[in-house]
């Protein structure tokens, strides 16, 4: 694990992501103090909707990840699997790359959509050992009630616990991470 | 964060996921802005099994505060709605404090208050708990939560909450802890 900090000036050093600057901080800052406290070094991350692409960097500076984007489109950006998240030639491939490693987080931030979230939930959730995470839970109405249903439906699950993180800016409430956070290797 | 030790050390009336969690939060966003020894208070401490916690893993200076010694011995005595006890803990401090955790009333008039009392004197965190009760207990932190997080602060706060969904098919005994932290900067 890097020992570079998540302060304002490292994250303003790189791309910036198309995120709430304070949220995605306090997000990298809560990741990154995990991974560490369980002594993984190197998580692998997975990301479905890289966009821009722009947070493969932020991963690999501030949490020495093994990231692999995964997007549609390479209209923006590169991403490492060019494809349809939930085909599963795109699965084929993606756990090639991982080569039997367990995917330690997982951001869903493609298509959202209820049902295109809930998908990629299922597909890739098993794969996940410790956390995933959904992008836009308070500004997209329908990813926001996907994060409830999550809720409920692991409620009889007591290594669960669901972490949210929201900030206000220009105006609008966005846009909201939600965090399943599954807690293994607790000591 | 050593979380074998954290395992060793006797619970609060907490979630213990919940409250794993939450310290290591605490612990990476103090760490990031160089404060080593953070100044936490305690707003209702009952039996004052947090102290340890921030003392062993946060390396805080930690003030409890209750209206009651029937359960521990607080550092500060005294009706936290009192700007005389408020006072006694700033003494303490030698000023302001780094965190502020409200865990006093439940009643939302009360939880107000001491929110807008002690809050002000917090210059990074305020945690809430519980945030999470269900219909069958007082909505005091509930609601104070949510109207935090509906009203538009710019970008003075960030809002961070954990859930512990308690396994049980009984609505009632459901959610019963949550943590909420407003951030400054």
């Known amino acids: 694990m890097p020992n570079t900090k998540v302060t304002d000036e490292e994250l303003r050093a790189i791309d910036r992501p198309n995120q709430n600057f304070l949220e995605w901080k306090t997000f990298l800052e809560f990741v990154k103090t995990y991974f560490e406290n369980r002594g993984m070094t190197h998580p692998t991350v997975v990301e479905i909707g890289t966009h821009t692409g722009a947070q493969k960097g932020h991963y690999e500076r501030f949490l020495g990840a093994f990231h692999i984007g995964i997007d549609v489109s390479d209209k923006y950006s590169k991403p490492d699997i060019l494809g349809d998240s939930h085909g599963p030639e795109t699965m084929t491939r993606l756990k090639a790359l991982l080569k039997e490693r367990p995917i330690d987080l997982l951001f869903i931030d493609a298509e959202h959509t209820y049902a295109d979230a809930l998908a990629e939930y299922e597909t890739y959730g098993p794969l996940v050992t410790d956390i995933i995470a959904f992008h836009d839970i308070k500004c997209i109405a329908e990813i926001g009630r996907l994060f409830s249903d999550i809720q409920e439906r692991e409620r009889n699950n007591p290594h669960v616990v669901f972490l949210t993180i929201g900030a206000w800016q220009s105006g609008k409430y966005q846009v909201g991470i939600g965090m399943m956070i599954k807690q293994r290797n607790n000591g | ?185």
């Open chain 2, 1 to 185: 964060m050593d979380l074998k030790a954290f395992a060793t050390l006797a619970m609060p009336v907490q979630s213990r996921e919940e409250w794993r969690l939450t310290l290591e939060f605490l612990e990476g966003y103090f760490r990031n802005r160089g404060i080593e020894h953070p100044v936490i208070v305690e707003v209702g401490i009952q039996s004052n099994l947090q102290k340890a916690f921030y003392e062993r893993f946060l390396g805080a200076r930690h003030i409890g505060v209750d209206c009651s010694d029937k359960y521990s011995k607080p550092d500060v005595m005294g009706d936290a709605l009192s700007p005389a006890v408020l006072q006694r803990a700033l003494d303490m401090a030698g000023g302001d404090f780094d965190m502020v955790f409200l865990d006093a009333a439940q009643h939302y008039p009360e939880v107000k208050a001491y929110f807008d009392l002690w809050g002000p004197h917090a210059r990074h965190v305020i945690a809430l708990h519980p945030i999470y009760t269900t219909e069958a207990h007082p909505d005091g932190m509930r609601r104070l939560w949510r109207e935090l997080n509906e009203e538009n602060h710019g970008s003075e706060y960030r809002f961070v909450s954990f859930r512990h969904v308690v396994g049980s098919d009984d609505a009632c005994f459901r959610y019963q802890y949550g943590t909420g932290l407003v951030l400054k900067g």
